[in-house]
């Protein structure tokens, strides 16, 4: 049997919000949305280019590399066990971002 409580809970909220808001209700509610989008939007492109480059190291069998990322680009922090294994993290971060975005390799290379 199907439960409908949930849609016609949200129907009727919906056309109570509806009829008992005043335009300048509805202008306050779409300029606070707007200002939320736009405070938003630094933190998702910082998400966007962590992402990006963790999944592309994680492609590439890169392990033991933390990506922090900021909207001008990313660092990148932890430790491997070669300077070639650091170079290629950091190739593959700016292979990742184009030459747009800065990568800061502060990854450690172990002494074993």
Known sequence: MKDY?????ALMLTGLAL????QQTLDSAKQDTQR????????LAKLELGSRV???LASAN????????????????GTVNSAAQKARAG??????LGPDKTV????????Q
């Open 5 to 9: 409580r949930l849609p016609t809970l």
């Open 54 to 56: 963790t999944a592309a």
């Open 36 to 43: 939320n989008i736009t405070a938003a939007k630094p933190q």
């Open 62 to 77: 890169v392990h033991g590399v933390r990506v922090d990322a900021d909207t001008n680009g990313v660092s990148l922090h």
């Open 104 to 111: 800061k390799n502060e990854i450690a290379v172990s002494s």
């Open 91 to 96: 190739r593959i971060a700016r292979d990742t």
């Open 19 to 22: 009829s008992g808001c005043s």
